[in-house]
């Protein structure tokens, strides 16, 4: 009879374990498949998002035109992809620029700056296979109001586009007129500081003659 309660018992437990092995599988068996539907979710998200980031649409009437955005890519290599023409009207402003006394050139990853005196005569861009030029050409009227009176002004800058051999010929001469407008402002820059300090000399030089009359009034 001991025996018979024994075996029950050990019958029991055995199947107590079975029992807790099979529900602890199951478990498992779901953490996995949630984790690995997660994972399929998330990534699909981050490819559609990523679809979108690179995809632009364009309505036309009742349809959709979809293509790819273009990639963000180097000043050199926008240069590379351009076109024969393009490149001879690029190198040809780029020479005209270098030929400027005093001039330097700043390249960076965007665009190719050409500065005298800090200040800049011509930047020159790439999009979609043309060349733009942009000049900061300050009227001296306004630059010496502004310099008077030491206001901060950001000065927006003129595009050109360079469509035809014509518009090349209009940013050699745009070039011409920053460069002389450059250098005119720096010339009356020394000009009003030349008289700032003559001004300066006649207020000690008053001065010094009041002091002196002063005191030989004084002494008499």
């Known amino acids: 009879m001991e025996t018979l309660i024994f075996g029950f018992m050990v019958l029991v437990v055995v199947m107590c374990i079975f029992t807790v092995c099979v529900v602890v599988r199951d478990m498992l068996r779901d953490s996995n498949k949630r984790k690995t539907k997660k994972s399929a979710d998330t990534t699909q998200v981050g490819q559609q998002q990523a679809a979108q980031q690179s ?3 364009i309505a ?6 979809r293509f790819s955005a273009e990639p963000k890519q180097s000043h050199k290599y926008k240069y590379m992809a351009l076109s024969g023409e393009q490149k001879a009207w690029y190198d040809e402003i780029a020479e005209y620029a270098n030929r400027v006394e005093e001039v330097k050139c700043v390249t960076t990853g965007g665009y190719d700056e050409y500065r005298l005196h800090g200040k800049r005569i011509i930047r020159l861009l790439i999009k979609r296979g043309t060349v733009i030029c942009e000049f900061i050409i300050a009227n001296p009227n306004f630059s010496r109001y502004v310099s008077t009176n030491k206001i901060s002004v950001k000065q927006a800058a003129t595009s050109l586009k360079l469509l035809t051999a014509k518009d090349v010929g209009a940013a050699k001469d745009s070039i011409d007129i920053a460069v002389r407008e450059i250098r005119e ?3 009356e820059a020394k000009r009003r500081e030349k008289e700032r300090r003559r001004l300066a000399r006649q207020a000690s030089h008053a001065a010094a003659t ?3 009359t002063v005191a030989t009034t004084s002494a008499d």
């Not at 036309?60 to 035109?65: E, F, L, R």
């Open 55 to 57: 995809t632009v649409v």
């Open 60 to 65: 036309a009437d009742d349809d959709q035109v």
């Open 185 to 187: 402002e720096r010339e």
């Open 210 to 212: 009041q002091v002196q």
